[in-house]
């Protein structure tokens, strides 16, 4: 049993083989099909389909106009990504520390973040709603408009997943509080595509930029060409002519791609119901095993698309250490992650910004495996786990 895998019906397979037998492979109807069927899901004006999550990330930081001097502020417990997509535009990153534990960075956080940027200009922040529980995004964008900071959701892990906006439930990625959000549908999250990633905006600019930039940085509407000279002839636009007014990426998702997503996301509200339903079961075989076993800590008043289950598990009360633990629990053919190693602690950012101290976050870590939550468990699944994890443990 994997930590997390993917639901494939055979709805996806015929979408897939109907495209393979189509005039399309990419840049076809099923792109604007899937785009749609985005927006509908987020609720956001704009839904810009591209490769994977980590080039939606990297695309929202050249919409953002991050770049050398700047600052992207990030959660330092989240996936490498979250942070690399700065230093892909040349920016610095600035790692807060996070809540010991949701793993979730709460505005203090942020305030504190920012107290260190010394000469950077912190230009935006990345939310991380980290296995699917949506950030304090009401107290965050609070500190954000204060600074001036630019809020990009790393929406990477909560697809599906709504949470009170001003009194009512509003969605992830309807950027109801933020610039852009960014969701990725790799295999474990709560749809997939294979590989794929969603970027989502309520800004014109930012949407245009963002799907100007995932097709090489190109134009092809003569409405918004400079060079009429060699874009017309005469009144009428050269059918072979486009304008690249700055350098971008091939950052396109196939129509194969997208057909999955298109039959993935109509099934969205059935894997997030069903993921649901086995966090609660988690909670109930946990609840005696507390609080040397117990599952990580919950925000109120949201919904979240659980992308992640995570256990926290005090390893040395009980004479163990995780990585027995998890060797244990292979051994019974359950598989188990660490999400993650915080990211200020990998060496390239060790390297670069040196010793950080930010124990929230060590605690967490210290303390967190994800254990095995897919739409396909069967029920008696989870009190397998839970059981195999006690005898890990010891217990
Ligand atoms: C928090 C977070 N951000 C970004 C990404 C990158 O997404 P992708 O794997 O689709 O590039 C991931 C993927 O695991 C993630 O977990």
């Given at each position: 049993m994997p930590y997390g895998r993917q639901t494939i019906d055979q709805s996806d397979i015929d979408a897939v083989l109907a495209v393979l037998k189509s005039d399309w492979l990419t840049t076809g109807p099923l792109v604007d099909r899937f785009e749609e069927t985005a927006r509908e899901v987020t609720g956001a004006r704009h839904a810009l389909v591209c490769s994977n999550g980590t080039a939606g990330l990297h695309l929202a930081t050249l919409a953002l106009e991050l770049g050398p001097g700047d600052a992207l502020i990030v959660p330092?417990?989240?996936?490498l990504a979250t942070a690399n997509c700065a230093r892909y535009v040349g920016a610095e990153v600035i790692f807060a520390d996070v809540d010991p534990d949701t793993a979730l960075m709460e505005p203090h956080h942020l305030k504190e973040a920012l107290a260190r940027a010394g000469d950077l200009r912190p230009v935006a922040v990345a939310p991380v709603h980290f296995g699917g529980q949506v950030a304090d995004l009401a107290g965050l964008s609070a500190v954000a408009r204060t600074s001036g900071l630019r809020i990009m959701e790393d929406a990477c892990h909560a697809l599906g997943g709504t949470y009170a906006h001003a009194g009512n439930q509003v969605r992830v990625g309807a950027c109801a509080d933020s610039d852009l959000a960014v969701f990725s549908l790799h295999p474990?999250?709560?749809?997939?595509?294979?590989e794929g990633g969603i970027v989502t905006t309520n800004d014109d600019r930012l949407a245009e930029r963002v799907a100007r930039l995932r097709t090489?940085?190109?134009?092809?509407?003569p409405s918004a060409w400079s060079d009429r000279n060699q874009g017309f002839t005469g009144e009428t636009a050269n059918a072979w002519y486009y304008e690249m007014p700055e350098v971008g990426l091939n950052y396109r998702a196939s129509d194969l791609h997208c057909a999955l997503g298109t039959t993935q996301l109509s099934r969205l509200d059935q894997f997030v119901a069903r993921r649901a339903g086995l966090v609660a079961s988690y909670d109930t075989a946990l609840a005696s095993l507390s609080p040397t076993i117990r599952s990580a800590g919950r925000r109120p008043d949201q919904s979240p698309g659980w992308h992640l289950y995570i256990a926290l598990i005090d390893f040395e009360a009980m004479g163990t250490t995780r990585a027995a633990v998890m060797a244990a629990l292979r051994q019974e053919g359950i598989g188990t992650q660490v999400h993650?190693?915080?990211?200020?602690?990998?060496p390239y950012y060790r390297e670069r910004?040196?010793?950080?101290?930010?124990p929230g976050a060590d605690a967490f870590y210290d303390r967190c495996l994800s254990l095995p939550l897919f739409p396909d468990m069967a029920d008696h699944d989870v009190s397998r786990v839970v059981q195999a994890l006690t005898r890990a443990c010891g217990l």
């Amino acid at each position: 049993m994997p930590y997390g895998r993917q639901t494939i019906d055979q709805s996806d397979i015929d979408a897939v083989l109907a495209v393979l037998k189509s005039d399309w492979l990419t840049t076809g109807p099923l792109v604007d099909r899937f785009e749609e069927t985005a927006r509908e899901v987020t609720g956001a004006r704009h839904a810009l389909v591209c490769s994977n999550g980590t080039a939606g990330l990297h695309l929202a930081t050249l919409a953002l106009e991050l770049g050398p001097g700047d600052a992207l502020i990030v959660p330092t417990l989240t996936f490498l990504a979250t942070a690399n997509c700065a230093r892909y535009v040349g920016a610095e990153v600035i790692f807060a520390d996070v809540d010991p534990d949701t793993a979730l960075m709460e505005p203090h956080h942020l305030k504190e973040a920012l107290a260190r940027a010394g000469d950077l200009r912190p230009v935006a922040v990345a939310p991380v709603h980290f296995g699917g529980q949506v950030a304090d995004l009401a107290g965050l964008s609070a500190v954000a408009r204060t600074s001036g900071l630019r809020i990009m959701e790393d929406a990477c892990h909560a697809l599906g997943g709504t949470y009170a906006h001003a009194g009512n439930q509003v969605r992830v990625g309807a950027c109801a509080d933020s610039d852009l959000a960014v969701f990725s549908l790799h295999p474990v999250k709560t749809a997939t595509m294979a590989e794929g990633g969603i970027v989502t905006t309520n800004d014109d600019r930012l949407a245009e930029r963002v799907a100007r930039l995932r097709t090489h940085g190109t134009i092809r509407e003569p409405s918004a060409w400079s060079d009429r000279n060699q874009g017309f002839t005469g009144e009428t636009a050269n059918a072979w002519y486009y304008e690249m007014p700055e350098v971008g990426l091939n950052y396109r998702a196939s129509d194969l791609h997208c057909a999955l997503g298109t039959t993935q996301l109509s099934r969205l509200d059935q894997f997030v119901a069903r993921r649901a339903g086995l966090v609660a079961s988690y909670d109930t075989a946990l609840a005696s095993l507390s609080p040397t076993i117990r599952s990580a800590g919950r925000r109120p008043d949201q919904s979240p698309g659980w992308h992640l289950y995570i256990a926290l598990i005090d390893f040395e009360a009980m004479g163990t250490t995780r990585a027995a633990v998890m060797a244990a629990l292979r051994q019974e053919g359950i598989g188990t992650q660490v999400h993650y190693l915080p990211v200020h602690r990998q060496p390239y950012y060790r390297e670069r910004y040196g010793h950080l101290d930010l124990p929230g976050a060590d605690a967490f870590y210290d303390r967190c495996l994800s254990l095995p939550l897919f739409p396909d468990m069967a029920d008696h699944d989870v009190s397998r786990v839970v059981q195999a994890l006690t005898r890990a443990c010891g217990l």
